[in-house]
């Protein structure tokens, strides 16, 4: 089980036992007040201890925040669409823990997961094409600079909200032989890669950036705002390179989880 850390509870009347602890809202921002709630209801979620213990009320938030109670519902809304809290008449609303965090396995079931906890996924090609290699795409293929490469770009979303932005390039020779197209490419691209190749190791690199316009503009986000980038190779049985890229999360909606054996480790390392 994953450790959490504590928020203080929300006192009755409304006034938050720590009030002092949000940022302040930016009333001549261009982000509306409700997506500004929003963004600090996130980390609210994230530290949320494991049970069943309800999330504050409207009238609580909207004294925490001093904004109306139709200012709140947006936000809290959204929050439910998108399956991160859940609403029930009578007992008041709750969060959803399993939607928000994937977990990297060797099977790179990744939406599968995210289906079985009852969070619906949703897939929209950006591009799809050959192209020219560039210099340092071609290094890391093991390609002459100019070589044609296919450049996959997809949106995901989850609960009906943009989730991250996924980019993949692999050799052209490659990308046909597994039948790349703007179809296939909604699905699983590892497992159509698969087809093609006998996958033997994928290397990630997680680093945490700076969203930019570009980014900012796909994910409804500010481009000041932080994205999680988990730049990735895919390798076959010969140790080549097949498949480059990267996925491009909100670090507002997901988090990462990935699970070591360490069975056959060495006793005394770290």
Wanted: with cysteine; charged share 30%; aromatic share 2%.
């Amino acid at each position: 089980m994953r450790e959490r850390l504590q928020i203080p509870e929300t006192t009755a009347g409304g006034e938050d036992a720590e009030a002092g602890r949000d940022a302040p809202l930016d009333r001549a921002s261009a982000l509306p007040l409700f997506v500004q709630i929003r963004q600090q209801l996130l980390a609210d979620i994230r530290a949320w201890p494991e049970g069943d213990r309800r999330f504050p009320t409207d009238q609580q938030l909207a004294a925490r925040f001093g904004v109306s109670k139709m200012t709140v519902r947006q936000a809290l809304d959204d929050l439910v669409k998108d399956g991160l809290l859940t609403r029930t008449r009578g007992r008041g609303t709750f969060v959803t823990d399993a939607a928000l965090v994937e977990r990297l396995t060797p099977s790179l079931d990744i939406d599968q997961q995210h289906r079985a906890a009852g969070r619906s996924v949703s897939v929209s090609v950006l591009s799809l094409g050959e192209r020219p290699a560039r210099a340092a795409e071609a290094a890391l293929l093991g390609l002459a600079e100019g070589d044609p490469v296919m450049e996959i770009r997809r949106l995901r979303a989850l609960g009906g909200g943009p989730a991250a932005l996924d980019e993949r390039i692999a050799p052209a020779a490659v990308a046909r032989r597994a039948g790349f197209d703007p179809e296939s490419a909604r699905g699983s691209i590892v497992g159509r890669l698969r087809r093609a190749v006998a996958l033997a190791k994928a290397e990630w690199r997680m680093t945490a950036e700076r969203a930019g316009r570009e980014r900012a503009a796909l994910l409804l986000i500010d481009p000041d705002d932080p994205v999680l980038v988990r730049a990735m190779r895919y390798r076959d049985a010969s140790g080549a390179v097949v498949m480059i890229g990267r996925t491009v999360h909100r670090s507002d909606r997901l988090a990462c989880e990935i699970e070591l054996d360490l069975a056959d480790a060495d006793a005394d390392a770290g």
